[in-house]
Protein backbone atom coordinates (compact mmCIF):
# COMPACT_ATOMS: atom_id res chain seq x y z
CA UNK A 1 0.00 0.00 0.00
CA UNK A 2 3.08 2.78 -1.30
CA UNK A 3 1.42 5.98 -1.27
CA UNK A 4 3.56 7.16 -4.23
CA UNK A 5 5.18 4.11 -6.34
CA UNK A 6 7.32 4.88 -9.06
CA UNK A 7 8.90 2.99 -12.06
CA UNK A 8 11.59 1.44 -12.90
CA UNK A 9 13.64 2.01 -10.08
CA UNK A 10 16.84 1.92 -11.65
CA UNK A 11 16.89 3.03 -15.03
CA UNK A 12 20.30 2.29 -17.19
CA UNK A 13 20.33 3.19 -20.64
CA UNK A 14 22.83 4.55 -24.06
CA UNK A 15 22.70 8.16 -24.77
CA UNK A 16 20.04 9.17 -27.45
CA UNK A 17 17.51 6.58 -26.38
CA UNK A 18 14.36 7.62 -25.25
CA UNK A 19 12.82 6.31 -21.70
CA UNK A 20 9.91 6.62 -19.91
CA UNK A 21 9.50 6.89 -16.34
CA UNK A 22 5.81 5.88 -14.34
CA UNK A 23 4.20 7.65 -10.93
CA UNK A 24 1.35 6.57 -9.32
CA UNK A 25 -0.30 7.77 -6.04
CA UNK A 26 -2.88 6.24 -4.37
CA UNK A 27 -3.16 9.19 -1.96
CA UNK A 28 -6.56 10.95 -3.12
CA UNK A 29 -4.42 13.33 -3.83
CA UNK A 30 -5.21 16.33 -7.01
CA UNK A 31 -1.61 17.59 -7.83
CA UNK A 32 1.56 16.18 -8.36
CA UNK A 33 5.14 16.49 -9.17
CA UNK A 34 8.48 15.59 -10.82
CA UNK A 35 11.80 16.49 -9.44
CA UNK A 36 15.50 16.44 -10.26
CA UNK A 37 18.19 15.76 -7.81
CA UNK A 38 21.30 15.92 -8.93
CA UNK A 39 24.31 14.09 -8.23
CA UNK A 40 25.42 16.99 -5.02
CA UNK A 41 21.52 16.18 -3.79
CA UNK A 42 20.04 19.43 -5.48
CA UNK A 43 16.24 18.98 -5.37
CA UNK A 44 14.59 21.38 -8.19
CA UNK A 45 11.20 20.92 -9.40
CA UNK A 46 10.77 20.37 -12.96
CA UNK A 47 6.75 19.73 -13.78
CA UNK A 48 3.87 20.15 -11.52
CA UNK A 49 -0.09 19.22 -12.53
CA UNK A 50 -3.14 20.03 -10.87
CA UNK A 51 -6.29 18.31 -11.96
CA UNK A 52 -4.31 16.89 -15.14
CA UNK A 53 -3.81 20.33 -15.93
CA UNK A 54 0.01 21.85 -16.51
CA UNK A 55 0.93 24.42 -13.83
CA UNK A 56 4.45 24.25 -13.35
CA UNK A 57 7.04 23.94 -16.20
CA UNK A 58 9.90 24.83 -15.07
CA UNK A 59 13.28 25.62 -17.41
CA UNK A 60 13.44 22.32 -18.95
CA UNK A 61 14.69 21.00 -22.23
CA UNK A 62 11.90 19.96 -24.51
CA UNK A 63 12.99 16.38 -24.87
CA UNK A 64 11.18 16.27 -21.16
CA UNK A 65 7.60 15.75 -21.99
CA UNK A 66 4.88 14.66 -18.87
CA UNK A 67 1.84 13.43 -19.19
CA UNK A 68 -0.80 12.84 -16.62
CA UNK A 69 -3.66 10.70 -17.80
CA UNK A 70 -5.76 11.09 -14.94
CA UNK A 71 -5.41 12.56 -11.04
CA UNK A 72 -3.46 9.53 -9.50
CA UNK A 73 -0.53 9.76 -12.31
CA UNK A 74 2.31 11.09 -13.74
CA UNK A 75 4.61 9.98 -16.18
CA UNK A 76 7.95 11.14 -17.46
CA UNK A 77 9.09 10.87 -20.97
CA UNK A 78 12.60 11.87 -22.12
CA UNK A 79 13.54 11.78 -25.67
CA UNK A 80 17.00 11.73 -26.96
CA UNK A 81 18.37 11.25 -23.55
CA UNK A 82 22.11 13.10 -22.64
CA UNK A 83 24.97 12.40 -20.06
CA UNK A 84 23.40 15.32 -17.99
CA UNK A 85 20.44 13.55 -17.35
CA UNK A 86 22.18 10.97 -15.33
CA UNK A 87 20.20 11.80 -11.89
CA UNK A 88 17.56 10.85 -9.41
CA UNK A 89 13.74 11.66 -10.52
CA UNK A 90 11.15 11.97 -7.81
CA UNK A 91 7.87 11.85 -8.07
CA UNK A 92 5.39 13.45 -5.52
CA UNK A 93 2.15 14.37 -4.74
CA UNK A 94 0.02 16.76 -2.67
CA UNK A 95 -3.65 17.87 -1.72
CA UNK A 96 -3.33 21.37 -3.54
CA UNK A 97 -1.14 23.52 -5.05
CA UNK A 98 1.48 25.09 -3.17
CA UNK A 99 2.16 25.52 0.28
CA UNK A 100 0.88 21.72 1.34
CA UNK A 101 3.09 19.12 2.22
CA UNK A 102 4.03 16.89 -0.19
CA UNK A 103 4.29 12.61 -0.55
CA UNK A 104 7.53 11.69 -2.20
CA UNK A 105 7.69 8.57 -4.01
CA UNK A 106 11.30 6.75 -3.52
CA UNK A 107 12.56 8.43 -6.96
CA UNK A 108 14.21 6.95 -9.51
CA UNK A 109 17.76 6.25 -10.63
CA UNK A 110 18.58 7.43 -13.69
CA UNK A 111 22.44 6.32 -15.16
CA UNK A 112 23.47 6.81 -19.15
CA UNK A 113 26.30 5.26 -20.73
CA UNK B 1 15.01 35.55 -5.02
CA UNK B 2 13.84 32.32 -4.94
CA UNK B 3 16.76 30.69 -3.63
CA UNK B 4 16.28 29.22 0.08
CA UNK B 5 19.91 29.21 1.47
CA UNK B 6 20.75 26.31 3.90
CA UNK B 7 23.71 26.14 6.30
CA UNK B 8 25.69 24.30 7.37
CA UNK B 9 26.60 21.79 4.11
CA UNK B 10 27.06 18.84 6.57
CA UNK B 11 27.05 17.75 10.07
CA UNK B 12 28.30 15.73 13.07
CA UNK B 13 27.51 15.26 16.39
CA UNK B 14 27.68 12.81 19.38
CA UNK B 15 24.53 10.82 20.49
CA UNK B 16 22.25 13.36 22.50
CA UNK B 17 23.40 16.42 21.23
CA UNK B 18 21.57 19.39 19.75
CA UNK B 19 22.18 19.69 16.12
CA UNK B 20 21.08 23.15 14.88
CA UNK B 21 20.40 23.55 10.67
CA UNK B 22 19.49 27.27 9.11
CA UNK B 23 18.04 28.38 6.47
CA UNK B 24 17.50 32.12 4.90
CA UNK B 25 15.46 33.37 2.47
CA UNK B 26 14.26 36.40 0.37
CA UNK B 27 10.95 36.27 -1.04
CA UNK B 28 8.72 37.54 1.26
CA UNK B 29 5.93 35.99 -0.24
CA UNK B 30 6.72 32.69 0.80
CA UNK B 31 4.72 32.18 3.62
CA UNK B 32 4.78 27.85 4.02
CA UNK B 33 8.19 26.79 5.61
CA UNK B 34 8.53 23.14 5.76
CA UNK B 35 11.67 20.98 6.61
CA UNK B 36 12.36 17.25 4.64
CA UNK B 37 14.54 14.13 5.92
CA UNK B 38 15.95 11.84 3.37
CA UNK B 39 17.33 8.81 4.18
CA UNK B 40 19.85 6.93 1.31
CA UNK B 41 17.48 5.70 -1.51
CA UNK B 42 14.88 7.01 -0.18
CA UNK B 43 12.25 10.02 -1.45
CA UNK B 44 12.22 12.98 1.23
CA UNK B 45 9.80 12.54 4.05
CA UNK B 46 8.16 15.90 5.40
CA UNK B 47 9.42 15.91 9.30
CA UNK B 48 7.34 19.23 10.22
CA UNK B 49 6.41 22.64 8.75
CA UNK B 50 5.89 26.23 10.24
CA UNK B 51 3.91 29.21 8.47
CA UNK B 52 4.99 32.81 9.43
CA UNK B 53 2.10 33.35 11.78
CA UNK B 54 3.91 31.24 14.82
CA UNK B 55 7.36 31.86 16.01
CA UNK B 56 8.01 28.03 16.87
CA UNK B 57 6.86 24.55 16.67
CA UNK B 58 7.24 21.32 18.27
CA UNK B 59 6.65 18.08 16.75
CA UNK B 60 8.23 15.30 19.26
CA UNK B 61 11.85 15.76 18.91
CA UNK B 62 11.79 18.23 16.24
CA UNK B 63 11.52 21.90 16.77
CA UNK B 64 11.37 24.34 14.03
CA UNK B 65 12.33 28.57 14.75
CA UNK B 66 11.35 31.15 12.75
CA UNK B 67 12.30 34.37 12.20
CA UNK B 68 9.94 36.51 10.17
CA UNK B 69 12.36 40.17 10.53
CA UNK B 70 15.33 37.85 9.84
CA UNK B 71 13.83 36.49 7.65
CA UNK B 72 15.35 32.82 8.81
CA UNK B 73 14.02 29.50 10.14
CA UNK B 74 16.06 26.84 11.67
CA UNK B 75 15.39 23.00 12.67
CA UNK B 76 16.83 22.24 15.91
CA UNK B 77 17.07 18.07 16.92
CA UNK B 78 16.69 17.43 20.70
CA UNK B 79 18.43 14.19 22.30
CA UNK B 80 19.78 13.24 18.52
CA UNK B 81 20.08 9.52 17.80
CA UNK B 82 22.07 7.61 15.39
CA UNK B 83 19.20 6.71 13.40
CA UNK B 84 18.51 10.56 12.73
CA UNK B 85 21.40 10.63 10.48
CA UNK B 86 20.17 11.51 7.19
CA UNK B 87 20.29 14.57 4.78
CA UNK B 88 17.78 17.04 5.96
CA UNK B 89 16.27 19.98 3.71
CA UNK B 90 14.64 22.98 4.27
CA UNK B 91 11.79 24.66 1.87
CA UNK B 92 9.76 27.04 1.08
CA UNK B 93 6.58 28.51 -1.10
CA UNK B 94 4.64 30.98 -2.03
CA UNK B 95 0.52 30.03 -1.87
CA UNK B 96 -0.13 28.22 -5.28
CA UNK B 97 3.67 28.76 -5.75
CA UNK B 98 6.49 25.63 -6.40
CA UNK B 99 8.38 24.03 -3.80
CA UNK B 100 12.46 25.66 -3.47
CA UNK B 101 14.48 23.69 -1.78
CA UNK B 102 18.01 24.40 0.04
CA UNK B 103 21.14 22.73 -0.62
CA UNK B 104 20.49 19.75 2.03
CA UNK B 105 22.51 19.14 5.42
CA UNK B 106 24.16 16.04 5.80
CA UNK B 107 23.80 14.75 9.27
CA UNK B 108 25.88 12.58 11.19
CA UNK B 109 24.89 11.38 14.62
CA UNK B 110 27.92 9.34 16.68
CA UNK B 111 26.87 6.58 18.82
Known amino acids: DTAVSQTPKYLVTQMGNDKSIKCEQNLGHDTMYWYKQDSKKFLKIMFS???????INETVPNRFSPKSPDKAHLNLHINSLELGDSAVYFCASSLGAGGQPQHFGDGTRLSIL | QQQVKQSPQSLIVQKGGIPIINCAYENTAFDYFPWYQQFPGKGPALLIAIRPDVSEKKEGRFTISFNKSAKQFSLHIMDSQPGDSATYFCAASSQGGKLIFGQGTELSVKP
Open chain 1, 49 to 55: YNNKELI
